[in-house]
């Protein structure tokens, strides 16, 4: 499952994800929504405890914070997500408290599992994530970096490796760079 997340509002972020349930990768937003009730939508209007639970352990195992205000996290469009769905909701609770305002995260494919060192995790279906990203526009994928020697070069999006959750979110605020192996070439 792969994630994409932009930032909408000052206190709401929208993370996309790809469920890989189907033969098709199918995209499907994540909400971050922080102090207010979140907007009606259809859908899982709000997301299991664990992935709740697993996200801000991960955060605060990582010297990062989880907002002191209510956080709503909800899903529209897939299936309830298990840990494959972690990474969005780790970077869109960040991203609506202002975390990454000068970054384009609309343009980002996160494709990782998150362990509750920070650790990322590869997901079945990495591959399959990639075929959904022309339908978000995407330009970067994050894996996690024990994947890097799978992909290629190409010119159709950069591939990037991140060995933490910590790593990721260095990127995102232009702290740190990370490694890359190229880029993806679509099959047609």
């Known amino acids: 499952m792969g994630i994409v997340v932009a930032r909408s509002a000052m206190s709401r972020a929208v993370a996309w994800s790809v469920t890989l349930e189907s033969p098709v990768a199918q995209p499907f937003s994540v909400n971050a929504t922080l102090g207010i009730p979140p907007p009606t939508e259809t859908g899982h209007t709000d997301l299991a405890p664990q992935c709740r639970d697993r996200v801000r352990a991960t955060l605060l195992n990582s010297a990062e914070h989880w907002p002191p205000v209510e956080v709503q996290l909800s899903i529209s469009g897939a299936p309830q997500p298990t840990g494959i769905a972690d990474l969005a909701v780790a970077v869109s609770v960040l991203a609506a ?6 970054t384009p995260l609309e343009k980002i494919l996160f494709v990782a599992e998150l362990g509750l060192d920070g650790a990322l995790r590869a997901v079945e279906g990495t591959w399959a994530a990639f075929d959904a990203a022309p339908l978000l526009g995407i330009t970067y994928a994050v894996v996690p970096q024990s994947l890097l020697p ?7 999006f950069l591939v990037l490796g991140a060995p933490t959750l910590s790593a990721v979110l260095a990127w995102l605020r232009g702290t740190s760079a990370l490694p890359c192996a190229g880029t993806h070439r679509w099959s047609t």
Do not use: C, D, L, M
């Not at 408290?97 to 000068?102: H, K, Y």
């Not at 799978?150 to 159709?156: H, L, P, Q, V």
């Open 97 to 102: 408290v202002g975390e990454f305002r000068s």
């Open 150 to 156: 799978e992909f290629g070069a190409s010119t159709e």
